[in-house]
């Protein structure tokens, strides 16, 4: 079971409900998950950050048309994860067939920017995957993304 909306600021998220075999303990943030127009473009972009492609699968009826609002949904998933394999993880979603993707990008300070932050372990693996604009940057379909060192 999933539902998507947004939360008061405008962000969008996402609420699942998976069968499984024992409920978790909390919930938790499973994983982002972005629109692209290019699925090969993206991946080498995100794998060139360190994540690998993982689970992939094709989404496809009603249920996926009530959940996005989009008739005839048909969406390729595909995961990318860590190296480690853990969650969170960033999920790619390609839409096929023809649609209006013309959507003017955010900027960074608009209040319903949604923005991905990778937290890395060190200072060099930061300088590794940022680039000279510094931590702040788009990916190739203009998604705002952030580069932090963390724990």
Do not use: C, W
Not at 20 to 44: F, G, N, Q
Not at 60 to 83: F, K, S, Y
Not at 112 to 118: D, G, H, P, Y
Request: no cysteine; hydrophobic share 40%.
């Amino acid at each position: 079971t999933a539902y998507k909306f947004r939360d008061p600021e405008g962000h969008p998220l996402e609420f699942i409900m998976r069968k499984p075999a024992k409920p978790p303990a909390v919930a938790r943030i499973d994983h982002s998950a972005i629109s692209e127009r290019d699925t090969a473009a993206s991946m080498a972009f995100y794998e060139g950050l360190g994540l690998a492609a993982g689970r992939r699968s094709l989404n496809v009826g009603i249920e996926q048309e009530r959940l996005d609002g989009v008739r005839n949904a048909i969406v390729e998933v595909t995961a990318l994860e860590l190296p480690e394999g853990n969650a969170p993880h960033v999920e790619l979603l390609h839409y096929r067939g023809e649609y209006d993707r013309t959507v003017p990008l955010p900027g960074p300070d608009d209040i319903a920017a949604t923005r991905l932050v990778f937290s890395m372990p060190d200072e060099k693996t930061l300088m590794r995957v940022a680039d000279a604009a510094g931590n702040l940057f788009r990916d190739p379909d203009g998604h705002i993304l952030e580069f932090e060192v963390g724990a």
